[in-house]
């Protein structure tokens, strides 16, 4: 199995400044015959379910801010937030679809400072 | 508007069953694989099970397999968890959620990252 390992668990930042999250998995989740890394970023806040964020490791969603992108490649994988809002404190997930069973990191809680 | 909705869970004893359903709305149904991912409290997300948008294609994880048991119906725009033989570590939020798709060239792929989510159903395991 694909294990996931977030970094740091938690994170406080000043608002308007960058968070940076980061992701490992313990085997490559880059796939060679389409060049494209498996992983998956969420947001999550209390009392809803996660949201999709980015996926393709770099690719927004639909509606997700600019402010929001991911970066990395084969097991080490970032998030990173500019200028924070507010309304982005919040549990951050990464996840692998690259094998079954298909895998989430345990989570970086996002507060400001 | 896209949505999907839990219903099903509750509270039972160990060695029960229970059957969950996720009512689809607002897109294609039938093109959609659709999973189901539970969340303990204070815990990631566990991916538990998948189905294709025809019901052909269906994947567990290893905590789900011989237990649980997905399934759809394309003319209700439902998807269901039987879970069957509960044990207290089932005791989570049960979220529905719909499957990444990428049409190209008429041929449809699935990727498993998780687009749309319900709101969930909890599962309570105890005596």
């Known amino acids: 199995d694909i294990v996931m390992t977030q970094s740091p668990d938690s994170l406080t930042v000043s608002l308007g400044e960058r968070a940076t999250i980061n992701c490992r998995s313990s085997r490559t989740v880059l796939y060679s015959s389409n060049n494209k890394n498996y992983l998956a970023w969420y947001q999550q806040k209390p009392g809803q379910p996660p949201k999709l964020l980015i996926y393709?490791?770099?690719t927004r969603d639909s509606g997700v801010p600019d402010r929001f992108s991911g970066s990395g490649s084969g097991t080490d994988f970032t998030l990173t937030i500019n200028n924070l809002q507010a309304e982005d404190v919040a549990v951050y997930f990464c996840?692998?679809?690259?094998?079954?069973?298909?895998?989430f990191g345990q989570g970086t809680k996002l507060e400001i400072e | 508007e896209v949505q999907l909705l839990e219903s099903g869970g509750g509270l039972v004893q160990p060695g029960g069953s229970l059957r969950l359903s996720c009512a689809a709305s607002?897109?294609?149904?039938?093109?959609?694989?659709m999973s189901w991912v539970r969340q303990a409290p204070g815990k990631g997300p566990e991916w538990v099970s998948s189905?294709?948008?025809?019901?052909?294609?269906?994947r567990y994880a290893d905590s789900a397999r011989g237990r649980f048991t997905i399934s759809r119906d394309n003319s209700k725009n439902t998807v269901f968890l039987q879970v069957s033989n509960l044990r207290a570590d089932d005791t989570a939020l049960y979220y529905c959620?719909?499957?990444?798709?990428?049409?190209?060239?008429?041929?449809?792929?699935?990727?498993?990252?998780?687009?749309?989510w319900g709101k969930g159903t909890t599962v309570t395991v105890s005596s």
């Open positions: 996840q692998q679809y690259y094998d079954i069973p298909y895998s």
């Open positions: 189905v294709s948008g025809s019901g052909s294609n269906i």
């Open positions: 393709w490791a770099s």
């Open positions: 959620a719909r499957v990444g798709l990428l049409v190209t060239g008429g041929a449809r792929r699935y990727y498993y990252y998780m687009d749309v």
């Open positions: 607002g897109f294609a149904f039938d093109n959609y694989a």
